[in-house]
């Protein structure tokens, strides 16, 4: 069902801002795996934290979904009765792409908590009251601007007791920190196969697009938004993720 991604191996004239087209949809697991450390460990643990807040009869949204993992690894952990999970994406070919992943799952196992594939974009989302909320890679391609307004929208849609688990590279203040870390970023992609070509490539298409934040901002801004508490659950090289309490 998914390629390998080769989408960088070759020289290109000009690297095109990154977008997610059938293109990206068709290699994104293969690509995703080897371009985030941790991200296996990240998917599988958002099933585990997922199902230790989730309450019974509430929704769940996965917000900026594309192909399903994480709403994947929920309904595999997930026990409570009566839940449903709302994933979200306003890429095309992400959606149809998920809506098939999540198929297949319910062929294969029996009773999973429903799941909703819904093309949309999350600036724009009316959210209704849930329990857990995930963005698992998804802020850091949001307007830095608007990343406040998003995560306080969030926030008021959030049960008592509710959580957000929040996933994202991160930046480091520190220029020796943030050297080291990324060149052994790099190091995690030539050890996955990818060329120094495919890693140049790759950067340029995303450093207008994905403009990251430090964890200490991540932080702040989870608390300007109204979480009551919020801390780090994983890191992994320059990379991420938060728990937030409503
Ligand atoms: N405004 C928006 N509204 C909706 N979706 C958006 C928006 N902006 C970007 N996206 C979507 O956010 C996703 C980010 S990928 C998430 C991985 C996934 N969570 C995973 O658990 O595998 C992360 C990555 O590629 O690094 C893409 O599918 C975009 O279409
Ligand atoms: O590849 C990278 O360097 C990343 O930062 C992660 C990533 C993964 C998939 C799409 C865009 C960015």
Same mark, same amino acid.
């Given at each position: 069902?998914?390629?390998?991604?080769?989408?960088?191996?070759?020289?290109?004239?000009?690297? +095109?801002? *990154?977008?997610? =087209?059938?293109?990206?949809?068709?290699?994104? @697991?293969?690509?995703?795996?080897?371009?985030?450390?941790?991200?296996?460990?990240?998917?599988?643990?958002?099933?585990? #934290?997922?199902?230790?807040?989730?309450?019974? =009869?509430?929704?769940?949204?996965?917000?900026?979904? +594309?192909?399903?993992?994480?709403?994947?690894?929920?309904?595999?952990?997930?026990?409570?009765?009566?839940?449903?999970?709302?994933?979200?994406?306003?890429?095309? !070919?992400?959606?149809?792409?998920?809506?098939?992943? $999540?198929?297949?799952? =319910?062929?294969?196992?029996? /009773?999973?908590?429903?799941?909703?594939?819904?093309?949309?974009?999350?600036? /724009? %989302? /009316?959210?209704?009251?849930?329990?857990?909320?995930?963005?698992?890679?998804?802020?850091?391609?949001?307007? @830095?601007?608007? &990343?406040?307004?998003?995560?306080?929208?969030?926030?008021?849609?959030? $049960?008592?007791?509710?959580? %957000?688990?929040?996933?994202?590279?991160?930046?480091?203040? =520190? @220029?020796?920190?943030?050297?080291? $870390?990324?060149?052994?970023?790099?190091?995690?992609?030539? !050890?996955?196969?990818? +060329?120094?070509?495919?890693?140049?490539?790759?950067?340029?298409? #995303? /450093?207008?697009?994905?403009? #990251?934040?430090?964890?200490?901002?991540?932080?702040? &801004?989870?608390?300007?938004?109204?979480?009551?508490?919020?801390?780090?659950? *994983?890191?992994?090289?320059?990379?991420?993720?938060?728990?937030?309490?409503?």
């Amino acid at each position: 069902m998914s390629d390998v991604d080769k989408l960088f191996a070759e020289p290109l004239p000009k690297v +095109s801002d *990154f977008v997610f =087209d059938h293109d990206v949809a068709r290699v994104f @697991p293969d690509m995703i795996k080897r371009s985030i450390p941790g991200y296996p460990t990240i998917v599988e643990n958002i099933g585990v #934290i997922a199902a230790h807040h989730a309450q019974p =009869d509430t929704l769940i949204y996965d917000l900026g979904c +594309s192909l399903g993992a994480a709403t994947q690894s929920m309904r595999r952990h997930l026990r409570q009765d009566g839940c449903h999970i709302i994933a979200v994406d306003n890429a095309e !070919a992400m959606v149809q792409r998920c809506r098939e992943y $999540l198929s297949a799952q =319910d062929s294969m196992v029996e /009773e999973l908590v429903p799941a909703t594939v819904v093309q949309g974009d999350i600036l /724009e %989302l /009316e959210l209704q009251p849930c329990s857990v909320v995930v963005l698992n890679f998804t802020l850091q391609f949001i307007a @830095p601007e608007l &990343r406040l307004p998003v995560l306080q929208r969030i926030r008021q849609a959030l $049960l008592p007791g509710g959580i %957000l688990i929040l996933s994202e590279k991160y930046r480091f203040e =520190d @220029p020796g920190t943030q050297h080291h $870390l990324e060149q052994v970023h790099y190091a995690f992609k030539r !050890a996955n196969g990818y +060329s120094d070509l495919e890693i140049a490539q790759k950067r340029s298409a #995303i /450093e207008n697009v994905m403009l #990251i934040d430090t964890q200490p901002a991540h932080l702040e &801004r989870l608390q300007q938004a109204g979480f009551s508490l919020a801390y780090p659950w *994983f890191q992994c090289l320059n990379f991420g993720s938060i728990v937030a309490h409503a």
